[in-house]
């Protein structure tokens, strides 16, 4: 599965209320929730925060994948964050986090899950993609920027 099949117009939200880790990560469960991504919110939260208290999800280059394997999804979803001035998301590298990918993770997915992150990592790893969508208006921009950067990994 692509990242782009995985994410959708509806679950890219650009420069998100929140300002704080906790927060942006239950806006996007929110999000998640109101687009159908997920079916029980309550799940999929403790899920997420339960894994990012073992470790922050937070790594390098402005990159943040808080994650959780739930009972009830039945295909990867993805939601994105992207707070254009950055966030303190307790980062590997420890600076600011600009790109948080919310992923819900269906039992016995691992595989899917694992080429996903791949993908995640080899399109976001690109400074001029990154740069790209920090500077994209809206969803539509970041998600056909993302569909390029896929095209262009193909060619």
Do not use: W
């Not at 009830?72 to 600009?98: E, N, W």
């Amino acid at each position: 599965m692509r990242l782009s099949e995985a994410l959708s117009i509806s679950r890219i939200q650009i420069n998100p209320l929140s300002a704080d880790k906790n927060d942006l990560i239950d806006e996007l469960i929110d999000l998640s929730f109101e687009t159908g991504g997920i079916q029980n919110r309550d799940e999929f939260r403790r899920s997420v925060f339960e894994r990012e208290a073992l470790q922050s999800t937070g790594l390098a280059n402005g990159l943040a994948i808080p994650h959780a394997k739930i009972s009830h999804a039945k295909k990867l979803m993805v939601c994105l964050g992207v707070c254009q001035s950055g966030i303190d998301f307790d980062a590997l590298d420890h600076r600011p986090t600009y790109f948080i990918f919310l992923i819900a993770i269906p039992e016995h997915r691992n595989s899917r899950y694992l080429r996903l992150l791949s993908q995640i990592t080899r399109i976001f790893g690109q400074s001029h993609i990154r740069e790209r969508v920090l500077a994209a208006e809206s969803p539509d921009d970041i998600l056909q920027i993302i569909r390029d950067a896929e095209h262009s990994a193909e060619g």
